[in-house]
């Protein structure tokens, strides 16, 4: 007859907690991702490169249509200038082409540099500029979900309403229909510097001030 196998009591906690915090994180990214993917898998299953993504159509066609058509090949230029620049002449980010040969000429408009910062991986990797901007929206839209999650979770304390409030901040039509202007209704960093600036309060930790200041930096850059 075999002795009974000796329990750790501790191990078994660490156990549970290892696999709650495993359904924690699956949980959010499994639905954050189908989202993604139904939002924007059409563009990617065409390569990313051949056409913008299929949100704010009801602005083309119509008496916007020239407008609509021009601002996006200046957002997907200006993004994808960001990213090279930052790479290969960081002190030239100011100095923006459209408005050459005067200095700084990109404090004329939205600078839109989180963006660039977010697309300098695809404008690496592809050289592509329309490519690039699909990337850089997908992945602005991805953060604000998680933005938003750890907010809600942290105030109230339940998983479901952070993925509840992730999707409605994140996917709701009203910000997905003006992504001609992403800089326009870009929140997600204010989103994260009130996630980073009550976790700083609750415990002082240097990590959360650490994330506070980039939200905020990351926030002006985007649009002020």
Not at 36 to 53: E, M, R, Y
Not at 56 to 66: E, H, I, K, N, V
Not at 119 to 143: K, R, S
Not at 167 to 191: E, G
Request: aromatic share 12%; net charge neutral.
């Amino acid at each position: 007859m075999k002795p009974p196998l000796n329990t750790d009591p501790a191990a078994d906690r660490r156990r549970s907690a290892n696999h709650q915090l495993l359904l924690r994180l699956l949980l959010p990214a499994a639905v954050f991702t189908a989202a993604l993917v139904f939002q924007f898998g059409a563009v990617w299953n065409t390569g990313g490169g051949s056409t913008h993504l299929p949100c704010g159509a009801y602005m083309l066609g119509g008496s916007f249509d020239t407008s609509t058509r021009a601002d996006l090949k200046f957002q997907s230029w200006l993004v994808a200038r960001h990213a090279r620049v930052l790479v290969e002449q960081p002190t030239a980010l100011f100095d923006t082409e459209h408005c050459a040969p005067y200095p700084g000429t990109l404090t004329f408009g939205i600078p839109m540099v989180t963006l660039g910062i977010l697309g300098i991986p695809a404008m690496l990797a592809t050289d592509d500029p329309v490519w690039t901007y699909n990337f850089v929206l997908t992945l602005m839209t991805a953060l604000a979900a998680l933005a938003m999650y750890l907010l809600v979770t942290w105030w109230t304390g339940s998983q479901v309403a952070g993925i509840v409030a992730g999707l409605l901040y994140a996917f709701h039509p009203f910000r997905l229909a003006n992504i001609v202007h992403p800089s326009v209704w870009d929140t997600t960093w204010t989103v994260f510097a009130l996630y980073f600036s009550h976790r700083l309060f609750a415990a002082g930790r240097w990590i959360h001030a650490v994330g506070l200041a980039t939200a905020c930096a990351l926030q002006v850059a985007a649009s002020i």
